[in-house]
C-alpha cells in the first residue's frame, strides 16, 4: 500500500535521524570536544612506547587509509595496568576529536585490543608546518603504489618511534567512549595525546590524492562524562 505524501515525508524525516542518531540509547558516543581541564599527575594510569619497528599492510578503504600493524616487538600501551596491543592504525582528514572548540586538520588513531577483546584507541592529532612528519614519511613513501578503494600494498618497518608519545613526556586526554564509525560500539577507551603533532601541506594534499571526502564524524555531548587530562610522569 502506497503511503500519503505526509506519512512518506515522515518517514523521510525517520530514516534521515536513524542514519545520524543510529541508537538513542547510546550515551558514551566520540568523538567529543576535549574541555579546558587542569591536569592531575600520570600514575601508572597511562604507559606507552613504540620501541621496534614491523612491517605493515596498507590498504584504500575508500573512507580512510588504514594501515593493519603490529606496533613492532616491545611494543607497550597499558591503561591503569591492562595492557592492549595494536591492530591497524587509520586517518580522518579533518580531526575527529576538537580540543576547546578547534578542529584540526588531520587526526590518527592507532586501535589496540586487550586480551578481554576490550577496544582502546590511541588519537593523535596533527597541525599544518613547514616540515614533513617523519612518522607519516614511512607510509606515505608507498602511497603512490595504492591504487583505488579495496587495493594493499606492504610498507616495510614503520617505526612509532618517531611519534616521540611516552608517559614520561606526553600528557594524555582520558575518557570513556565509542567507535566513530558504524555500529558506534560504546566501551571504548579513548586516550588522545595533547601535544599536537606536525605535517607538511604536501603530506596533508597526498593524502587527500587518495581520500577525497571528510572522513570525521560530528562531536558527541558528554552526557555527564569526566575527562582526565593526566600530565607527564617526568615532565
Known sequence: MRLPLSLSFVAAVLSVVSAICPDPVLKSQSPIDIPQLYSTPNTG?????????ADGILKNEGETLKVFWNGG???NF???????SPLQFHFHAPSEHRVRGFQYPFEMHIVHQAEDKGLAVLGVLFEISNEDNPFL???W??????GDHGSNVTVAGISGVPL???ADQ???????GSLTTPPYTEGVEWTVVSQVQKMSKAQLDTYRAKIHEDSARETQPL?????TLYAPSNP
Open 170 to 176: 606526553s600528557s594524555f586526554y582520558r575518557y570513556s
Open 73 to 75: 616487538k616491545d611494543n
Open 137 to 139: 614519511d614511512e607510509v
Open 164 to 166: 616521540n608519545i611516552s
Open 223 to 227: 552526557n555527564g562524562r569526566i575527562v
Open 141 to 146: 613513501s608507498s602511497i603512490a603504489n595504492l
Open 45 to 53: 594510569k597511562v604507559d606507552v612506547a613504540f620501541v621496534n619497528p
Open 78 to 84: 597499558a591503561l591503569n595496568a591492562k595492557k592492549y
